[in-house]
């Protein structure tokens, strides 16, 4: 089956991505089975690094399941996890009180430049538009060498449902992800040293379409664009969904659900200090 080419950029306020993970946070693990196996193998990346932080930044800390795991194996470190969404921090703050949890946007981070000497961000990216700048800002909050090690989607992100979908109708119904090399290109223009962007598919087995739709919802990662059908989907468009999502079977019978894993990691630079926090904050506030 060829792969659903690249649609248009999403139309989703980060009001509603804040209200769409608080209100999965209490579902958020259960269905989070990709989400814990991409974060798995980037913490198995930093073998490659010689790291020693004594402060790190969890960002997009979720419900806190790597803050907690990055605390366990730096225990000389503080951690701090930061989120957009209220709900997310307040269920990581009733997990544990080891860490420091801050509710906070990713382009505006409240804390003093050269802060952190590892900033660690599994699948958070993704939702985040403004990519130079958001570069911008995690080379502001490294110290100079510091490492930011992250994952983010690429646009072959779940393209069977994509391709689905688009049989029955033309609305939106699965978000969009951008081509890894905007992201490096991004870290380029925000000077960040030694950028390095790498993917690879990861495969999900699903007995049913309904069920990959509903964990999706289950971690908050459900369709929420402004362009999306509002209204509700029938029975009858279900059962059609299901039959063109077949196509894809794989011989163990299973549903495929692709993922294009992004990988990346950078290095803190001089530049990212020239602009402080408050200078900042008001330029992109």
């Known amino acids: ?13 980060k009001e509603d991505i804040a209200r769409s993970f608080s209100r999965a946070a209490k579902t958020y693990d259960d269905a989070a089975f990709f989400q814990k196996l991409a974060g798995e193998r980037l913490l198995e990346r930093l073998q490659y690094f010689k790291l020693q932080p004594t402060n790190i930044l969890d960002l997009g800390c979720g419900t806190g ?18 989120d957009l969404a209220k709900g997310m921090i307040d269920f990581c703050r009733a997990q544990s009180n080891q860490e420091d949890y801050v ?16 900033v660690f961000s599994n699948l958070t ?11 911008q800002e995690l080379n502001r909050v490294l110290k100079p060498e ?28 699965v978000n969009n992800f951008i081509d890894m090399h905007h992201v490096g290109d991004a870290m380029l223009s925000a000077r960040m040293s030694d950028p390095v962007v790498d993917n690879e598919p990861v495969v999900i087995g699903y007995n049913r ?11 908050g ?41 992004v990988y990346g990691h950078a290095f803190g630079t001089e530049a990212g200090a020239a602009v402080g926090y408050h200078d900042y904050a008001v330029e992109i506030g």
């Open 209 to 219: 379409a309904t069920e990959l739709m509903r964990d999706l919802k289950n971690i």
């Open 221 to 261: 990662a459900h369709n929420i664009d402004s362009s999306r059908n509002h209204g509700l989907t029938s029975p009858r468009q279900l059962r059609k969904l299901e039959q063109e999502y077949s196509k894809f079977r794989m011989d163990d019978g299973q549903l495929p659900a692709t993922y294009e894993l």
């Open 103 to 118: 509710c906070a946007d990713a382009l505006q981070l409240p804390f003093d430049t050269n802060s952190f000497d590892f």
């Open 1 to 13: 089956m060829s792969k659903a080419p690249q649609a248009r950029i999403n139309q989703i306020s």
């Open 146 to 173: 510091g490492l930011l090690l992250f994952t983010t989607l690429g646009p072959d992100t779940l393209y069977e449902l994509k391709q689905s979908w688009a049989a029955l109708n033309d609305y939106q119904h």
């Open 65 to 82: 399941y790597f803050t907690r795991e990055l605390s366990g194996r730096f225990p000389n470190a503080k951690v701090t996890g930061a």
């Open 125 to 135: 990216i993704q939702w985040i538009e403004e990519l130079p700048q958001l570069f």
